[in-house]
């Protein structure tokens, strides 16, 4: 597997640098031997619904930057979720105490001649409205489907810009169509932030870094105790902070699947060690995070007292909602890593899970250590899981796999799945704080919320009375893998 390079303009889309796949049916444990074994091979769909962008994954990330700009070189239509980013920024720095201010986005609106005559007058023109209208600190350049058919030289354009204004304006080269693992577009926003960003370090500091999404903070009271600062990184941090992140004592990944790329990249450029280890979901993976957050920070004793500490205060109500969940049965759809983490955790409350449709799978992380490999550490944990499906959100598959499986409850971790679920009359739980099932108190959050759930099932009961499907009886009577080719198709339904 080659090593970060940040001489390059851009980073190797998963497919090649990772060998990710979108395409599987079988068993969880299936997957782990395919991929432990190096013979995992994608499934190609010969019909596909939908697909996330990577594009919008890159924006999703640089958008939160707390004093960057962005505009979007794009079709004025790939800025149709700005309001929604917008949303999430602002709820978002609520969550962490900050002064909520709005998003600073921009577009260039590619119109049907400037994909013959070119637009980089157009992005010129935008990079500097942006710069004296919010007056950044930096600004982020994310490229479209558009602009990469068209051949535009971003980078030379971004190259002038940032010696004519005096601040980084950085090129983030992550058109949707390079790649169908839509989480390219994290590595494609870490890497301009890597490469034109961040500092060499000067020294180090007791800081530790946080690649997360936008969750509240669940890491300032242990690190503190431990003699450390948690630094939040990209969402809310500040062109300042991400400078000095090379600075940093560790990296934390709060899931893989979002921060393998810049967790490699601080490792492998600048000697920022990473944590290395399962999620810490279920009693098991928190322990073995915990034992390696430790010897990473030389504090090993520390952290075996904590263990004993948070295993003594949560383990006896974890016993009662064992006990009211016992017999509960679940179908999961989530993200990679954080998808698997949920099985463990479920797996933990005695919950037995059906079933998992999973965006994608790395088979590998950047950082090359199996030990951070959540799916194989949950299936040598708690056991393999038949119906797992790797599905880049095609709702016709999970439509017809919740319809034959009609588990007690639904659990998503995005939210335009949730509505399938519902439909059928599933309990459905969206949870969007990636830090809420975190540790051994996660544990106890997500019970607590799972029967929350469980008890008020009469909306979604009336929901699915008066309610149709967009897909008929036929579709639902069909193998859901019907459209799915290749030696990865095995029977589970």
């Known amino acids: 597997m080659p090593k970060v390079n940040l001489n390059l303009t851009e980073v190797p889309i998963r497919e090649k640098r990772l060998g990710s796949i979108t395409g599987f049916a079988g068993t969880a444990g299936d997957l782990v031997n395919c991929s432990n074994s190096g013979c995992l091979k994608d499934g190609t769909r010969s019909f596909s619904q939908c697909m996330g962008c990577s594009s919008g994954n890159a924006f999703c990330q640089l958008s939160m930057i707390r004093d960057a700009a962005m505009v ?9 979720d700005f ?19 709005i998003g600073r986005y921009f577009n260039t609106n590619i119109e049907e001649m400037d994909t013959v005559f070119g637009a980089l007058s157009k992005l010129e023109k935008t990079i500097r409205l942006a710069y004296d209208r919010v007056k950044p600190n930096a600004i982020f350049v994310t490229t479209s489907c558009a602009s990469g058919i068209i051949g535009e030289d971003v980078e030379s354009v971004t190259d002038r810009m940032t010696n004519e204004l005096g601040i980084p304006v950085v090129n983030c080269v992550c058109e949707g169509f390079r790649s169908k693992i839509w989480t390219s577009g994290f590595d494609a926003a870490y890497h301009s932030i890597v490469r034109k960003i961040v500092k060499p370090p000067q020294k180090r500091t007791n800081k530790v870094n946080i690649i997360n999404f936008w969750g509240s903070d669940v890491f300032s009271k242990l690190l503190n105790r431990l003699g450390y600062e948690a630094n939040y990184v990209v969402p809310f941090s500040t062109v300042s902070q991400l400078e000095t992140i090379s600075e940093a004592a560790a990296t934390i990944q709060i899931c893989p699947t979002l921060g393998t790329y810049m967790g490699a990249a601080l490792e492998q450029v600048y000697g920022v060690p990473e944590i290395k280890a399962p999620m810490a979901y279920g009693l098991a993976g928190t322990d073995a995070w915990m034992r390696e957050l430790g010897r990473v920070l030389d504090c090993e004793d520390e952290i075996e007292e904590i263990i004993l500490e948070e295993r003594a205060a949560v ?15 679940c179908y999961l759809t989530a993200g990679s890593a954080h998808g698997h983490a949920l099985i463990a955790l479920l797996s933990e409350l005695g919950i037995e899970v059906q079933g998992a449709a999973i965006f994608h799978h790395d088979p590998i992380y950047d950082n090359e250590s199996t030990a951070a490999d959540m799916l194989d550490h949950t299936v040598k944990t708690y056991g393999d899981i038949k119906g797992y499906n790797v599905c880049n ?32 009359g599933i309990p459905t739980l969206l949870i969007g704080d990636e830090h809420f099932s975190w540790g051994y108190q996660g544990l106890l959050n997500y019970a607590e919320r799972i029967l929350e759930t469980l008890d008020n099932r009469e909306f979604v009961t009336n929901l699915a009375k008066h309610s149709s499907m967009p897909y008929t009886k036929w579709w639902l009577e069909q193998d859901p893998y019907t459209f799915l080719g290749g030696n990865t198709h095995v029977e589970a339904y």
């Open 72 to 80: 979007n070189h794009a079709p004025v239509g790939c800025a149709g």
């Open 83 to 101: 309001f929604g980013f917008n949303f999430v920024y602002r709820v978002g720095q609520m969550e962490r105490d900050l002064p909520p201010a």
């Open 315 to 329: 383990l006896p109500k974890l016993e009662e909602y064992r006990a009211k969940l016992k017999g509960t049965t």
């Open 393 to 424: 959100k095609q709702a016709y598959e999970l439509v017809n796999i919740l319809n034959r499986v009609r588990p007690d409850l639904m659990i998503a971790r995005h939210g335009g799945m949730t509505l399938w679920g519902a439909k059928l």
